[in-house]
Each structure stands twice: as C-alpha cells, then as structure tokens.
C-alpha cells in the first residue's frame, strides 16, 4: 500500500484547485461587475421589503427568501474566491487587501438587509403562527420559524449594522492578524526553516529525541509570539463578552448552541459523558506504554507510533486518493461517483507550501458553484483520513445542494461533522478489512483510538479550556500568558488522568489553535459528530444496504428541519440522555480490542 519511507515527496505537490469556476485571478473585470450586481439587487431588496415584512402572506415571504438567496449566492462566490485564495497565500500582502475589501463589501451588504430578521421577529407570536401555519411557505417554512429563536437576542437595526461594520475591524481583523501571524511563523530544524505543518508532522515520527525536540522548537517558536498571541486571544474574548452581554445571552456557549440548534441539555448531556468517561484515555495511553516500553509517557509521545511493521510508511497521494474512492464507492457507488470529481475536476488543494495556513477544511461553495476541499498532505495515514473527512464534508455539502434551496444548504455545526467522521470510518474498516496481520491491525487500531480520541475527548478537552478562558476573562480581566497556560494546563491534565505528563513546555500550545478565535465553542461539534457516527455506522452493520438510501436522504436534507427531527426519522434519539453513553461504549471496545491483541502478541509487556 505504501511508498518507501525515504521517499520525500508524496504526489500531492502539483494537486491545485481550480477556481475557475469562481474567478480568473484578482484583476478579473467580472468580479467587480458581480460586486456591482450585488448591491443592485441589495438596494432593490431594501426598497422593496423595508418597513413591508409584517404585511407579506406566505407566499411573498418564499419569493422574499428566494430573492435574497440570489444575492447571497453572488456574494458568497466573491467571498469564497477571497477566503481560499487567503488560505493559501496567507502571507501575500495582496491576497489579504483584497480579503480585507470583500469582507468590508459582504459587511455593508448585510447592514442593508439585516432589517429582515429583525421586522419578522419583531411580529407577535400569533401573528408569526398565522403567517407559518400556510403551506404556501414551503420550505421556507423551517427557517422562518428557526429565525424567531433569536428574538430575544436581537438589537436594534442601528446597533445591529454597527456591530456588523465594527466585526470588519474587529473579530474579522484580529483572527485575519492570527491566520497571518501562525502561517507566518517558521521554526528553525537543523537549518531549514520549516512551517507549522511540516514542524507538527514530526511529533508523529519514531524517534523519540526526534520528537521531543520537535516539541520543544515548535514550543520555542509559540513563544517568541505569546506576546501577540495573547493579546489576540484577550481582545477576542472580550470582545465576546461583550456581543453575549448586548444580546443577553446568559453564557459564554449559548450563542453557539442556538446556531447549532442543539438546545443546552442536549450539549451539557454530551460534555458529562465524556467527561465522565476520562477513564478511558487513560486506559489507551497506558497501554500505548507498554507497547512502547518507556516508563513514562510525554506530552511529545502522545502521537508516537507504536515500533511495528510499516509504521513510517509515506501513503503516495495516488494511494490515498484510490482508497478513498474505494471506500466510498463500496459503500454508495452514488457517493463515490461525487468523490470522484473532487479529484478528477480539481475541487482539491493539497500541498504543503510556504504562507498556506495549517489544518484542513471544506469550503461548502453555493448552488452555482461547488465545494472546495483544502489539505495539506504530508502522507501520512492521519492524512489520509483527513482527506477522507473532508471529502465528507464536500459530499454532505453537494447531496444537500442538490436537494435544498440555498437556505437548507448548510447545515448547522453539529451536524455538519456527520458525514465527514463517516467517511473516517468507512476508510478506516476498508484499511482493517483489507488487513490481516495481526501486528499492522493492532498499530492500525491504535492509531484510530487517537484519531477518535482527538475527535471526542480532545476536543471536550478543549471546550473546558474555552469555558475556563471565558468565565476567566470575564471575571478576573485580561489574562496573561501564563493564566492562559495554566487553564490549559488544568484541562488536558485532567483528560489524561495522570497516564500522559505534561510539561511545563506543553503549556503553551492553546496559542496555535485557530477555532478558538474563528468559532468560538464549535470545538465541541466534532464529539457531537464522531459519537453520532459511532451510532450511525453501528445501524449501517445492522442494517446493511438498506441502511445506504436512508444516510443519502439524511446528507441531502442539509438543514431542512432540526437536527433531532432529521436524525430522528433514522432511529436516533439526541433527546436522551443515555444517547452519548453508546457512543462512548463504543469507544470503549476498540480499546478492549487493543489491550486484548496488544496482550495476545506482547504478553511479556504486561
């Protein structure tokens, strides 16, 4: 399956996107022409609607939403052009003026038709019944009775436009500062300079000096930024506090939680099981110990991989590409033939080069366009299951526009980890079906038990620290590095449970992590999406292949209703309590299944 591991290059190095569809470059003339368009089906909007939203039928509100879904269709491709071309040329002057214009145009734009939610929310309760009750509304009608949960959070239409103008030299500029910052930042390593991508890549080589003082460069380059890093986080934070205030939102999550719509006990339900589940983090890491014979395990060892057979392997980008396809198509030939066009159609951007940013992530696209899937691809399995998670986002995002008007398209944070955990797993059993020595099984297992506990108790992990950070910075006042450090600190350790140290190094590492600054509180979507999954994929072994049209119906319904009702209308229940608790059991037995094998071929360890 795999490449020899002296190979230095993967096959991904000439795999660009093509954004053709959107734009030629940033001196395309149409772009400017679009620009033009927007604001004149904007102001014909305004004009047409302003003060006249409380004397509409149910059919005037369709055509409203109809309308505005046009403009929002053109505005976004400008955006989109914008945002991932600054995704891979971060540090480009250029590329980031003209975010900059964009972002102030989008913003502008929506100050001219905010006054839409507001005048529909600002209808009584009977009235708004009167006006949802006509099935003249279609669709429509969903979202229209989702906007009114916001009702008691809305402002003003003067102090709403303020707040959208100032997001553009505000929230906007300081995460746009941060993107820039970390793209920026090298990290010297044995005279190369290299980005964080390729820094982080080496926490997951054998060698333990190796990775230990990749930790400590990588911790050192963190530093020498605490300074704007810290700040950064301080004025985001507060700036938060503030936006929770003015709308009267009673916590730091509760914003989050309405856009998700995933009502707080369902939220606080998922947080205690995996909280009360630590134990089994322990119990991996334990074992990963044994296998790995050191007496103590490290911050810098978390991700070792364990010293057995093809461990170090480079996966070539056409390997990977194929087992992805594979998987899909195995599982819906449907799904595979859509997965397939992001390859053979340049929907793809995936390697690693100087000012592209870190991490991963779908760009969902509109109906006139299409989805956009960015990587950075170094060749290993945990890259490979990258790909395959965000290609799940993109299928998610194509089924639902097939399906769904604009407004049902994106589906909100909870859901939308859904299809990409999915597709995780789908690559995950394909690679374990296909293997059948027991030695590569057991690494293989282990490697999915960290993935998943970086989807599940990781990301838990970090929704304690964000809640620490936020009550903190809006009880004690700004926040120095080390109070930033030391809640950090407090709630990995707690996680761990003592089976992993962290060193005092380690303390620093909330300073590189984006979605606490972009999205606040959405770190928590992604254990909602895997233990989800964990349910999903256990009716799709029970089920079968009847199991495949009822999960391409529910990708397809993108947000038409409630993420209980859709989910509902498949066997699973979010209501209940105890729903969280299957998922973590699960969990629980591919860690049985690891210490079973890990104790059948080194007893000697244990």
């Known amino acids: 399956m795999s490449a020899p591991a002296a190979a230095t290059t993967t096959g991904a190095e000439n795999v660009i996107w093509d954004l053709s569809v959107l734009y030629s470059g940033r001196d395309d003339p149409q772009i400017a022409l679009d620009m033009a368009e927007v604001e004149r089906q904007t102001a014909a909007f305004e004009d047409r609607y302003r003060g006249q939203i409380a004397t509409l039928t149910a059919a005037g509100l369709r055509e409203l939403y109809q309308t505005l879904e046009a403009i929002y269709d053109l505005r976004t491709k400008i955006g989109t052009f914008a945002s991932l071309n600054f995704s891979t040329f971060s540090t480009s002057p250029e590329w980031g003026a003209f975010l900059q214009k964009t972002n102030e145009f989008a913003a502008a734009m929506s100050q001219r038709t905010v006054f839409f939610e507001l005048e529909w929310n600002a209808l009584t309760d009977e009235q708004a019944a009167a006006v949802l009750r006509d099935p003249a509304l279609g669709s429509y009608r969903y979202h229209l009775e989702a906007m009114r949960r916001h009702k008691p959070h809305n402002l003003t239409e003067p102090e709403e436009k303020l707040l959208m103008e100032k997001d553009v030299t505000g929230n906007d500029a300081w995460t746009r500062f941060f993107s820039q910052l970390t793209s920026a930042q090298t990290y010297e390593w044995q005279g190369e300079q290299l980005n964080q991508a390729k820094m982080l890549h080496k926490l997951y080589v054998p ?20 300074m ?21 939102y009673p916590s730091w999550i509760s914003s989050r939680n309405l856009e998700n719509k995933a009502p707080d006990s369902v939220v606080a339900a998922l947080i205690n099981s995996v909280t009360g589940s630590y134990d089994v983090v322990a119990r991996h890491y334990r074992i990963k110990r044994a296998l790995l014979g050191y007496e103590e395990l490290f911050d810098y060892d978390r991700y070792a991989p364990l010293a057995l057979k093809t461990s170090t392997d480079i996966i070539p980008w056409e390997q990977a590409q194929a087992l992805v396809l594979e998987s899909y198509t195995a599982f819906s030939p449907k799904m595979g033939n ?34 956009f899937v960015f990587v950075n691809y170094l060749g290993s399995e945990r890259d490979v299951m990258t790909l395959a998670h965000e290609l799940g986002h993109g299928l998610h995002m194509y089924l639902a526009g097939q399906t769904q008007t604009l407004a049902g398209m994106y589906t909100p944070l909870t859901t939308a980890e859904m299809a ?84 005092e190094e380690y303390a620093v590492w909330w300073s590189y992590i984006p979605h606490f600054l972009h999205t606040p509180g959405y770190v928590y979507a992604y254990a909602f999406g895997e233990l989800l999954v964990l349910a999903l994929y256990n009716l799709y072994q029970q089920q079968g292949s009847s199991f495949v049209p009822q999960y391409e119906a529910l990708l397809a319904a993108g947000d038409s209703d409630y993420p209980a009702n ?27 299944e690891e210490e079973a094998l890990a104790q059948e071929l080194y007893p000697g360890r244990f």
């Open 338 to 371: 859509i997965a397939r066009r992001f390859f053979d159609e340049a929907w793809i951007h995936a390697p690693v080069i100087a000012g592209k940013r870190g991490g991963a992530f779908c760009s969902y696209g509109t109906h006139s366009t299409h989805p």
């Open 207 to 226: 060698d333990r000096d190796t990775r230990r003082q990749a930790a400590d460069v990588f911790t050192a380059g963190l530093r020498s930024r605490s």
């Open 420 to 503: 990409s955990v999915f597709g995780e797993m789908m690559v995950f059993q394909e690679l374990m079906r296909r293997e059948t020595d027991k030695e590569i099984r057991l690494r293989m297992l282990s490697h999915k038990i960290e993935d998943t506990f970086a989807t599940v108790f990781r990301q838990i992990a970090m929704n304690r620290f964000e809640e620490a950070m936020h009550t903190a910075r809006r009880t004690e006042g700004e926040l120095s590095t080390d109070r930033l450090s030391e809640l950090w600190l407090q709630t990995q350790k707690a996680m761990f449970q003592g089976s992993v140290t962290l060193r």
């Open 228 to 248: 704007e890093l810290t700040y950064i986080f301080n004025v985001l934070a507060a700036d938060k506090a503030a936006n929770d205030k003015l709308r009267r």
């Open 566 to 592: 859709l989910l509902a209308k498949i066997g699973v229940d979010l209501n209940n309590p105890g729903f969280w608790d299957e998922g973590i059991a699960a969990i629980r037995a591919l860690v049985a």
